[in-house]
Antibody, heavy 117, light 113 residues
Framework: EVQLVESGGRLVQPGRSLRLSCRASGFTFGDYTMTWVRQAPGRGPESVGFIRTQALGGTAEYAASVKGRFSISRDDSRSIAYLQMNGLKIEDAAVYYC????????WGQGTLVTVSS | DIVMTQSPDSLALSLGERATINCKSSRSILYNSDNKSYLTWYQQKPGQPPKVIIYWASTRESGVPDRFSGGGSGTDFTLTISSLQAEDVAVYYCQQHYETPLTFGGGTKVEIK
């Protein structure tokens, strides 16, 4: 059974950093591009960025709203994707999900990031 | 990036009525190699993550009631709820996963009149 479990979300002050993790199981993690999606309260989902497989270069791309502040990495040996968030802003507050697509998209349950002083 | 445009923003219907939600992509999301449109419909209820109800534009996810159906191909898609039930009150989103970055429609809020 495919499972994605996000963790690491918490309350953090503006300007601080946070690292989220996404632990995957039930599929060959290294074969899939992994995407981080966030959803702010009352808003629709938004792709934050994604990381390609090693076969495709292992490079990451980011939404304009987070470029230069967020970075995505992956550890295929442990089936984990990471989202490093630096310089957090109030508007980064959201539930963060990891996702991949195999015929259909799969999502985790999400982890809540609150940004407040 | 592929832009997904969803309409209407909200819908209020009586129980048993038919609900139709539209989604349009700015470019075709049909893969010629498998003739499938990489369009997913989600249902989201308060406090829950989005739940896949339709993928490949028209394939119903296991366990989803058959009053939900998806149609369309290429750039124009619809989600239909044939007979609206109280438990269908939710926000519905379309999403393309034809290419990264994944992009979403703005959502349609379905309520009971």
């Amino acid at each position: 059974e495919v499972q994605l479990v996000e963790s690491g979300g918490r309350l953090v002050q503006p300007g601080r950093s946070l690292r989220l993790s996404c632990r995957a199981s039930g599929f060959t993690f290294g074969d899939y591009t992994m995407t981080w999606v966030r959803q702010a309260p009352g808003r629709g989902p938004e792709s934050v960025g994604f990381i390609r497989t090693q076969a495709l270069g292992g490079t990451a791309e980011y939404a304009a709203s987070v470029k230069g502040r967020f970075s995505i990495s992956r550890d295929d040996s442990r089936s984990i994707a990471y989202l490093q968030m630096n310089g957090l802003k109030i508007e980064d507050a959201a539930v963060y999900y990891c996702s991949f697509s195999r015929a259909r998209p799969y999502w985790g349950q999400g982890t809540l990031v609150t940004v407040s002083s | 990036d592929i832009v997904m445009t969803q309409s209407p923003d909200s819908l209020a219907l009586s129980l048993g009525e038919r609900a139709t939600i539209n989604c349009k992509s700015s470019r075709s999301i049909l893969y010629n190699s498998d003739n499938k449109s990489y369009l997913t419909w989600y249902q989201q209820k308060p406090g829950q993550p989005p739940k896949v109800i339709i993928y490949w534009a028209s394939t119903r996810e296991s366990g989803v009631p058959d009053r939900f159906s998806g149609g369309g191909s290429g750039t124009d898609f619809t989600l239909t709820i044939s007979s609206l039930q109280a438990e269908d009150v939710a926000v519905y989103y379309c999403q393309q996963h034809y290419e990264t970055p994944l992009t979403f429609g703005g959502g349609t809020k379905v309520e009971i009149k």
